[in-house]
């Protein structure tokens, strides 16, 4: 793979997830109180930007949306050129408040006379449980539809398999969704916050960008960080590939471990990494690279 060669890692995890909507019941879900609404396309971003900025400061990785990002989502061109079929837009509300929205489209098909159309969602933004729970029940419950699939438009850890009464129904097969290649180490480590505070030594191995190479010293928590070249003995080796690929929080360093790409020099040093490097939620996004 080219990527790793000049230093990315896969720092965001997408799933593929499809499920034959007569196995969609629930077993389990948040109380739902609120209502859906659909939303015309002139009036879409307006009503689903407040959620995704609410969006973006919850997932690491989401990347924030100027005008021309919510065109090009709502207008769909890429979708024009194949003539995919037209975008529905609806929002989830509890007492007045916007709290999720979807935006999906249905491919209709029929078989031997009998519909056997699939919804296709391509984003589903929610800010709490409640909605979650509301806008996937009302993807499936959309009349007419056999089967629903999903990409990188949901989150991976929005417990949608834990809601199902069969979650061996719902497919999933996991991709790459965002390659991250840290350009300035001690910078962009001093940039993020970390769950528990710790103080982490990392030996970095960067061949490509060699002003990375070194060790530097993370001095941080939830409120912020330092981080400073030291000739102290590394807790941890890895390469800035490996780097890349924890920074967001998505994986363990401890599991790279397992692959010998991670080295612990200090006895504890890969908890310590796991936990201050650990985020409430997983690194998310709605574009791929």
Known sequence: MIYGRFGYGISVSHEHREIDLRHTAFAHSPALRGQMHFVSKDDAQKVFTPIHETACREYPAMISRNDVG?????????GMLVSAPAQFFAYYEVDGHPTGYVMYRIRHNSVAG???????????VANNDEATAALWRFCFDIDLASTLSAGHGASTDDGL????????RLKRSMYDGLWLRLIDVPTALAARTYSEEGS??????????????????IDGGPDGATCTATSDTPDISMSAADLAAIYMGGTKPSEIARSG???ENVSGALGRADWMFATARKPWNLVEF
């Open 161 to 168: 398999s834990w809601m199902l009464s069969d979650p061996r």
């Open 200 to 217: 982490l030594a990392i030996h970095v191995e960067d061949s490509f960008c060699d002003w990375n190479t070194g060790v530097w010293r």
């Open 70 to 78: 919510w065109e090009a989502a709502i207008t769909d061109p890429d």
């Open 261 to 263: 790409r991670v080295v």
């Open 114 to 124: 009998h519909d056997s159309n699939k919804v296709e969602v391509k984003e589903l």
